[in-house]
């Protein structure tokens, strides 16, 4: 018997909320992620333990945990920016495909050497195993305040590996139904299609959503117009793709990737409008998550979710190492990107859902029992060590509180190309000025007059300043913010410079009248790297991606040059 027997939801609610939050923050003190607190929190009220809410209580706030979910799926969706991406393309490339064949095909492997799992069961345990929390990841993102290469990586192969998780078990599950009730259910060929079909409706969905949410935001630019239009595109994205049988998930990524595409100034809008309640959001879902865990499937479960969780953790841990030692990427990412990825709650717990409500496979009513303490079990070891193994290699990767502006943070990976070649000055500054409208989103700045700009000062004083390094600049029309980019060449290009050496770094620099003072003070931080650091210089002129640049300029020993300006 539960303390509060159908407890008001407004009562409930408030119970979960302070439960969360202090446990949260007790967690913190801890030195332990607030999410790890307020899944305990779950745990502690739940009817494992305490039992204060009943199921039809807890079962109330179920919209909650739907728009949370929604939110965390857009989020994820924004950091989708396929301009952002473009270096990343190959690792991330790379990373879902290893991560939707060998993860798998692991858990598959031990699954199916285990008595009493048959290959229909191993084949969806496994392609669940695909799947990351992206709302954990996110929380732990903001929570640690992380920013740089190893985030981008992180949050893009989370939105990777969830589409990958969805389409690969809708096949599973199709192959499942022509095991299970041959009778009774469709052709394999058939089913077969449905992860395409619900690839499209998700697409056409979160397109429309956000076509829509655009349009509104371009008529009614208030806070409080952008706050509704952002809370209404959610709900109704997720609440239409739930009624039409759509992954509210997948249909959610996409309104965040179409979104965040489609206009620039959108990429935060999400961020921007849930600031100030989302943490209480947060709280309220993650707690709500740890009531559902229930220990009580261990028992049933047993070896079974064991071999499921150390295989499904071995596949993360091997296709991040062979994704990024086949890209080239740095060592953090290779070391740490792995432990990261191991989270696993709401879409594993969503399919679990799908597959014991089938009303073809519901039939097989002994091997959906098992199917569903197994998953369950191994979501519980998940979310319990998750989130601390995550924050640890966010820990690792020395990019946590970075999210903060540094005198150089215009510098992104997506802003830096290292295999530059050029014949001649005017040639390499027409390729950086193309990167700069490109990477920093100015299509409608006029290319030839900024490119003018730029060429005009180089005949007034040439910006090649010797030891290697040329710093063009040209003028932008006021109400922008300074940008810039950066082209590095191993072989060097031969120009004409103070000291008769190859230049191997050109900086291009776009600064508004306005922002002078900026510009100086950029201007003195790129002059002291490369001028009193020939370390620091041997290394960006030796970088092997834009990634290991980035991580060259933000690292730890540039902080004395690119120092944080709100310290």
């Known amino acids: 018997m539960s303390t509060f027997p159908n407890a008001d939801p407004l009562l409930s609610l408030a119970l979960i909320l302070l439960t969360g939050v202090a446990l949260g923050g007790v967690a913190k003190r801890l030195h332990l992620p607030s999410i790890t607190g ?123 590996n969830n589409m990958a998780c969805i389409l690969m078990f809708e096949i599973a599950r199709a192959y499942a139904v022509a095991e299970w009730a041959p009778e009774g259910g469709p052709e394999i060929a058939t089913g077969i299609l449905a992860p395409a079909l619900q690839l499209a409706k998700a697409v056409a969905l979160g397109g429309v959503a956000a076509l829509a949410a655009d349009l509104v935001n371009r008529l009614f630019s208030t806070k409080e117009r952008l706050a509704t239009s952002a809370l209404a595109a959610i709900l109704l994205t997720a609440g239409m793709a739930d009624y039409l049988g759509i992954s509210p998930l997948l249909a959610c990524l996409f309104l965040g990737i179409v979104q965040t595409n489609m206009n620039s100034e959108r990429e935060q809008l999400v961020d921007r409008v849930f600031t100030d309640f989302e943490p209480a959001i947060m709280a309220v879902f993650f707690t709500l998550a740890g009531m559902h865990l229930d220990f009580e499937h261990i028992a049933t479960a047993g070896l079974a979710a064991i071999v499921f969780f150390t295989l499904r953790v071995v596949g993360k841990l091997l296709s991040v190492h062979w994704a990024m030692s086949f890209a080239g990427t740095t060592d953090t990412l290779r070391k740490n990107l792995g432990l990261a990825l191991l989270p696993q709650a709401g879409l594993a717990i969503g399919l679990v859902l799908l597959i014991r409500d089938d009303p073809v496979l519901s039939t097989h009513e002994e091997s959906i029992s098992l199917f569903v303490a197994i998953v369950l079990t191994v979501v519980t070891m998940n979310e319990l060590l998750g989130p601390i193994l995550t924050r640890y290699g966010l820990k690792r990767s020395g990019e946590v509180g970075r999210d903060r502006t540094r005198i150089i943070d215009f510098l992104d990976e997506e802003n830096i190309i290292t295999d530059m070649q050029a014949a001649s000055k005017n040639e390499a500054i027409e390729q950086l000025v193309d990167l700069l409208i490109h990477t920093h989103h100015l299509d409608n700045l006029d290319r030839a007059v900024f490119l003018e700009s730029v060429l005009n000062r180089e005949y007034e004083a040439s910006t090649c300043l010797g030891s290697g390094f040329a710093l063009p600049h040209g003028i932008l029309p006021e109400g922008l913010r300074m940008v810039g980019v950066m082209g590095l060449s191993h072989r060097g290009i031969d120009l004409a410079t103070p000291d008769n050496k190859k230049v191997h770094m050109m900086v291009l620099l776009a600064t508004p009248p306005d922002q002078r003072d900026k510009h100086l003070q950029v201007l003195a931080t790129l002059v002291q790297v490369v001028g009193r650091e020939p370390a620091m210089r041997d290394a960006l002129f030796a970088a092997k991606s834009p990634a290991h640049a980035y991580e060259i300029l933000h690292g730890e020993e540039a902080e004395t040059y690119n120092y944080f300006i709100d310290d």
Do not use: W, Y
């Not at 920016?81 to 690792?91: E, T, V």
């Open 38 to 160: 307020q899944i305990l929190a779950g745990i502690l009220i739940g009817h494992s333990v305490l039992n204060l809410l009943d199921e039809e209580s807890i079962h109330g706030l179920g919209p909650i945990t739907h728009f949370a979910l929604g939110l965390m799926a857009v989020t994820v969706g924004a950091h989708l920016n396929f301009r952002r991406l473009k270096n990343a393309g190959k690792r991330l490339g790379v990373l879902v495909l290893l991560e939707s064949l060998l993860t798998p095909a692991l858990v598959f492997a031990g699954l199916f050497a285990l008595p009493g799992i048959d290959t229909p069961m191993a084949a969806l345990l496994g392609t669940i195993a695909i799947s990351t929390a992206p709302a954990t990841i996110v929380a732990l993102v903001r929570e640690t305040r992380s920013k740089g290469v190893f985030v981008k990586t992180l949050i893009a192969s989370v939105a990777l």
